[in-house]
């Protein structure tokens, strides 16, 4: 059964970093596309960055040279790191494949920034 498991999220101010995980069990992820997505209040669903198996990687506009996305293909974990975040940011965070699978939504884990 494959799950994908977010933490990391929480309170921080504009200008702070968090640092987000996802667990990755139950599959072979080392040879899937994955990606992180958010979901802001009264918004859709969308991808913030993506990373293939050749550690290749993109990012939506909004957080080139702030966020970084990261892969370790041994441990079965995908990461997010997030630098200088502003009020805008603020969204539940959810990893999953890219293009996403309907079945491997998790909770995800809640990222506020404050002003």
């Known amino acids: 059964q494959v799950q994908l498991v977010e933490s990391g999220g929480g309170l921080v101010q504009a200008g702070g970093s968090l640092r987000l995980s996802c667990a990755c069990s139950?599959?072979?992820?080392?040879?899937?596309?994955m990606g992180w997505f958010r979901r802001a209040p009264g918004k859709e669903r969308d991808l913030v960055a993506a990373i293939g198996g050749a550690y290749n990687t993109n990012y939506t506009d909004s957080v080139k040279g702030r966020f970084t996305i990261a892969r370790d293909s041994a441990q079965n974990m995908l990461y997010l790191q997030m630098n200088t975040l502003k009020p805008e940011d603020t969204a539940v965070y959810y990893c999953?494949?890219?293009?996403?699978?309907?079945?491997?939504w998790g909770q995800g884990t809640q990222v506020t920034v404050s002003s």
């Open positions: 999953n494949t890219w293009p996403p699978l309907r079945e491997y």
């Open positions: 139950g599959g072979t992820f080392s040879v899937y596309h």
